[in-house]
C-alpha cells in the first residue's frame, strides 16, 4: 500500500507513538494536554512517554505483553497508552465505571499483566484482582494530583522505540458487548494513523492552532481518535476531563477552556441544550461540532446548530473501524442523514443472503478501509461473521437516499415488523423529537394483547410539559401527519430518561422488559 487517495501510507517498520513524537518535536513548548488538575507540554509529554516506555521495561513487560488501562481521562491516559506503543507493550483500553465482576473478565479475557488504574477505580480492581483469574503481576496507580510520580521517578528513560511493522497489533479496544461478552477488538500500528489523516485532517480539518475537547472518554475509539490520534497528528490542544460529562461539566470547560471543536454524542447534546447551564454563543470559541454513536435527529442538530453558531457534522464509526467512516462534512451538512463515505472508505448495503440491495431499500451496511481491526481476540466464531474478506459488517441498517446520502434505519435488531411492513424505530424516534414537546425518545416493537408487533413510544418530555392521554394522541397524530400511517406508535409511554450504555446508545432491551411491566397511553 503505498497511498490512499494522495495519503502516504506509513512505512512497513512503523511505531504510531514514535511517529507521534517526531511530530511534534518542532514544538516542544506548545500546550499538548490540559485536564482538571494539570497540563502537559509536547516536550513534557515525550519525555513522560519514554518514562513509561522505559518502566515498563524495568519491571520486565515485553513485547507484546498486555498492560490494562482503566485510568480517568487526564494527562496521564495519553503518557500511559503512548508510552506503551513505544515499548511494544499492547495497552488494553477500557471502561472506569464497571463493576468488579466484569473487570474480572477483562483481565482473564486479556492476559494482561500489568494494570495501570486511577485511586478512583482500585476498589473494583481490587476485588477482580482478589478472584486470582488473571495474570497480572504488577499494578501502577495514577494519584489524581501526583499523577505517575511514583511510577516515573526511579523508571529508566527509553532511548528508542521498539521496531515494530505497521500491521502489529498496537492496542485492543473492547466492544460495547451489546450482543453478548464484550469482545477485545485488536488495531494495528497503522490504524489510528490512518483514521487521523482520512478523518481529522480530511474531514474534520483540524490544525495546529485548535482546541478540541471530546465529551467521549478515550477509551472509547470516538474518544480515542477525538483526544489523542488527531490532535496529536498536527500539534494541536486537547482538553481532558476525569469527570462524567454532565452538562454543567461540559458547559464550564467550553466556557473555561474555550475549545474551537466540541465532539460529543445526541443524548450529550440534547441534554445540554436542556440544561439551565447552557452557555450563550459568546460565551465559547467553537468553529465547529462532531456527533457520533447514535445517529443525529435532524431536529437536534438544528437546534444545536442555531445556538452555537456551527455546523454539527454527524457521522458513523465503530469500534472495529477506529473511528468514522460515513459522515456529513464541513460545509455540507444534511440534518437527517449521516452523509456519504469518508474518501478512503468504501461501503455498501446488502441483504441477509448478501446481494446488494436496490436504491432506496433498507440493507445491512459493511464497510471496508485501511483502518479496519485484524479481528476480536480468541473469538473465531464472531471474527468470521463480522470481517469477511476486507469487509466489516457493521450491524447497522442503513438506506442510500437519492442524493447519494446514507439514511440510518437502526441496528440490524431493533427493526420492527408491523403487518408485514418493517418500521425503522430512529425513523419515528427523530420524528416524535420534532414535536415542541418533547426532549427524547426511544421506539420498541411489543406485543399487543393479540400477540402482534406493534411500536411503542417512551417518551421524555421537556420542562413544564404534561404527558396525559391528550398530549399522547396529539403525539400520535403527529407522527401520522409526517409518516405513513403505520409506523405510528400504537402507545406512548411518559418517562423521566431512557436507559443508556456508557456511550449514550439507547438500551432497547431495556425498554422492551419495561414494555412488559409497565402500562402506556393507548
Not at 513548548?29 to 509529554?45: C, H, I, N, P, T
Not at 464509526?317 to 472508505?345: A, K, Q
Not at 418530555?461 to 401527519?481: H, I, S, W, Y
Request: hydrophobic share 40%.
Amino acid at each position: 500500500m503505498a497511498s490512499v487517495l494522495g495519503v502516504e501510507a506509513p512505512p512497513p517498520r512503523f511505531n504510531f507513538a514514535a511517529h507521534l513524537l517526531a511530530r511534534n518535536a518542532v514544538r516542544p513548548e506548545k500546550l499538548a494536554y490540559v485536564d482538571d488538575q494539570r497540563q502537559l507540554s509536547y516536550g513534557a509529554l515525550a519525555r513522560r512517554v519514554r518514562q513509561v516506555a522505559g518502566g515498563l521495561a524495568d519491571l520486565g513487560l515485553a513485547r507484546g505483553d498486555r498492560m490494562l488501562l482503566a485510568l480517568e481521562d487526564c494527562v496521564d491516559w495519553p503518557a500511559l497508552f503512548l508510552g506503551a506503543l513505544h515499548a511494544g507493550v499492547v495497552p488494553v483500553a477500557v471502561s472506569t465505571i464497571l463493576q468488579p465482576d466484569e473487570y474480572a473478565f477483562l483481565l482473564a479475557d486479556s492476559g494482561a499483566t500489568l494494570v495501570a488504574t486511577s485511586t478512583a477505580q482500585l476498589p473494583e480492581l481490587s476485588a477482580a484482582l482478589d478472584r486470582g483469574e488473571h495474570c497480572v503481576r504488577h499494578v501502577v496507580t495514577a494519584d489524581a494530583s501526583r499523577g505517575l510520580d511514583d511510577f516515573l521517578g526511579s523508571a529508566t528513560p527509553a532511548t528508542t522505540a521498539a521496531d515494530t511493522h505497521r500491521d502489529d497489533v498496537a492496542f485492543w479496544l473492547y466492544s460495547s458487548g451489546s450482543t453478548g461478552r464484550p469482545k477485545g477488538t485488536l488495531h494495528t500500528h497503522a490504524n489510528p494513523y490512518w483514521t487521523a489523516e482520512l478523518y481529522g485532517r480530511s474531514v474534520l480539518g483540524i490544525h495546529e492552532s485548535d482546541v478540541v475537547f471530546s465529551a467521549s472518554k478515550m477509551f472509547f475509539a470516538y474518544g480515542l481518535g477525538n483526544s489523542l490520534s488527531f490532535p496529536l497528528s498536527v500539534g494541536a490542544t486537547a482538553v481532558l476531563t476525569a469527570r462524567r460529562p454532565t452538562p454543567e461539566v461540559v458547559a464550564a470547560r467550553l466556557v473555561e477552556r474555550r475549545p474551537t471543536i466540541f465532539c460529543g454524542a445526541p443524548t450529550g447534546y440534547a441534554a445540554l441544550l436542556a440544561a439551565p447551564c447552557l452557555p450563550a454563543r459568546h460565551e465559547t470559541a467553537l468553529r465547529l461540532c462532531s456527533s457520533a454513536g447514535e445517529a443525529l435527529p435532524a431536529e437536534l442538530g438544528r437546534r444545536v446548530a442555531t445556538h452555537f453558531g456551527v455546523e454539527i457534522v454527524d457521522g458513523l464509526g465503530s469500534t472495529e473501524m477506529l473511528h468514522i467512516f460515513v459522515s456529513n462534512r464541513p460545509g455540507d451538512v444534511r440534518y437527517g442523514t449521516t452523509g456519504v463515505p469518508v474518501p478512503g472508505y468504501e461501503v455498501a448495503l446488502r441483504d441477509e443472503a448478501g446481494r446488494d440491495v436496490s436504491g432506496g431499500e433498507i440493507g445491512d451496511l459493511w464497510v471496508r478501509g485501511p483502518s479496519a481491526a485484524c479481528g476480536y481476540w480468541q473469538n473465531p466464531e464472531r471474527t468470521e461473521a463480522t470481517f469477511r474478506d476486507g469487509w466489516v459488517k457493521t450491524g447497522d441498517k442503513y438506506s442510500l437516499g437519492a442524493d447519494g446520502r446514507y439514511l440510518y434505519a437502526g441496528r440490524g435488531d431493533d427493526m420492527i415488523k408491523v403487518s408485514g411492513l418493517y418500521v425503522s424505530p430512529f425513523e419515528v424516534e427523530a420524528t416524535l423529537t420534532e414535536h415542541p414537546g418533547v426532549l427524547e425518545a426511544a421506539v420498541v416493537g411489543v406485543a399487543d394483547d393479540d400477540g402482534l408487533i406493534k411500536p411503542r413510544a417512551f417518551v421524555v418530555l421537556r420542562p413544564g410539559r404534561n404527558g396525559d392521554a391528550a398530549f399522547c394522541a396529539a403525539l400520535q397524530a403527529f407522527v401520522k401527519e409526517r409518516l405513513a400511517p403505520y409506523k405510528y406508535p400504537r402507545s406512548i409511554e411518559i418517562v423521566a430518561e431512557l436507559p443508556k450504555t456508557a456511550t449514550g446508545k439507547i438500551q432497547r432491551f431495556r425498554l422492551r422488559e419495561q414494555a412488559n411491566r409497565s402500562r402506556a397511553c393507548p
